[in-house]
């Protein structure tokens, strides 16, 4: 995640989804940004919708009224915007930036998992999404989640959610391919996909989470229509 992505159309799914699992607060999340610094890039630039109200305001009018001021100038569009606006309910924040190197990248991670010890879902923020053969400590591997912390947090009794963007292959390979992986880690876990033009959102549901959690998941599928999320139940393997 970086700031210069705040705002954007991909960051009015993200919270709108975050919003829907959180139930009011009843599932209390704990986001991992993966924090990286901004790189002077286009990306973060898709602001178009908020010219649109009476087409997207609609999907969430409060998180997109707070997405509109956050984006409305340059030096509103950071995360700490997003933190105090409580545009998730409860949520605890893990917000260092997170660096390459393999014996910091660890330390981040513990502090992150000593910060989510009371939440129901850890949402993980990575720029790119699942690690791909960049190996851990190597430049820009800052950018990925990798499969071993997936399964630390998991381990711990965790639900998580994972920001995934699509790369340019065909999709439902790449998710199918996602969702192996991800089983590979997580076993015994419920797994959703939330498909939306950009990306791709997979929640594993850890067999010891409250039912609540899964109660917002399957609510959360009839939300909205495909334009917006499509969110897709994968089912469970042992």
Same mark, same amino acid.
């Given at each position: 995640m970086?700031?210069?992505?705040?705002?954007?159309i991909?960051?009015?799914?993200?919270? %709108?989804? +975050?919003?829907?699992? =959180? %139930?009011?607060?009843?599932?209390? $999340?704990?986001?991992c940004?993966? #924090?990286t610094?901004?790189?002077?890039?286009?990306?973060?630039?898709?602001l178009?919708?908020?010219?649109?109200?009476s087409?997207?305001?609609?999907?969430? =009018?409060?998180? /997109?009224? $707070?997405?509109?001021?956050?984006? @409305?100038?340059?030096?509103? *569009?950071r995360?700490?915007?997003?933190?105090?606006?409580?545009?998730v309910?409860?949520?605890?924040?893990h917000?260092?930036?997170?660096?390459?190197?393999? @014996?910091s990248?660890?330390?981040? #991670?513990?502090?992150c998992? @000593?910060?989510? *010890?009371? $939440?129901? +879902? %850890?949402?993980?923020?990575?720029?790119?999404?699942?690690?791909?053969?960049?190996?851990?400590?190597?430049?820009? =591997? =800052?950018?990925?989640?990798? +499969?071993?912390?997936?399964?630390?947090?998991?381990?711990?009794?965790?639900s +998580?959610? $994972?920001?995934? &963007?699509?790369?340019r #292959?065909?999709r439902?390979? /790449?998710?199918?391919?996602?969702?192996?992986?991800?089983r590979?880690?997580a076993?015994?876990?419920?797994?959703?996909? /939330? !498909? !939306?033009? &950009?990306?791709?959102?997979f929640?594993?549901l &850890?067999?010891? @989470?409250?039912?609540?959690?899964?109660?917002?998941?399957? !609510?959360?599928?009839? *939300?909205?229509?495909?334009? /917006?999320? !499509?969110?897709?139940f994968?089912?469970c393997?042992?």
């Amino acid at each position: 995640m970086k700031d210069q992505y705040v705002g954007d159309i991909n960051d009015y799914r993200k919270y %709108a989804l +975050l919003r829907a699992l =959180s %139930a009011g607060g009843a599932n209390r $999340i704990g986001v991992c940004w993966m #924090m990286t610094p901004d790189d002077g890039g286009m990306d973060g630039g898709k602001l178009a919708y908020l010219q649109q109200p009476s087409r997207y305001r609609p999907y969430d =009018s409060g998180l /997109f009224d $707070i997405l509109d001021q956050a984006a @409305s100038a340059p030096g509103r *569009r950071r995360l700490k915007a997003i933190e105090d606006s409580g545009a998730v309910p409860g949520a605890v924040y893990h917000n260092d930036l997170l660096p390459d190197d393999a @014996s910091s990248r660890q330390a981040f #991670m513990d502090a992150c998992a @000593s910060e989510f *010890r009371k $939440i129901d +879902l %850890a949402f993980f923020d990575p720029d790119n999404g699942l690690e791909v053969s960049l190996r851990k400590g190597r430049k820009n =591997s =800052s950018k990925y989640l990798y +499969l071993d912390e997936v399964a630390a947090f998991y381990g711990s009794g965790k639900s +998580l959610l $994972i920001y995934q &963007h699509f790369p340019r #292959m065909e999709r439902s390979e /790449f998710v199918g391919r996602c969702v192996a992986r991800v089983r590979s880690v997580a076993p015994g876990t419920f797994l959703w996909a /939330f !498909t !939306t033009a &950009h990306v791709v959102f997979f929640l594993l549901l &850890h067999p010891e @989470s409250p039912s609540r959690l899964a109660f917002a998941a399957m !609510t959360a599928c009839e *939300r909205w229509d495909p334009e /917006f999320i !499509t969110g897709r139940f994968l089912g469970c393997e042992p």
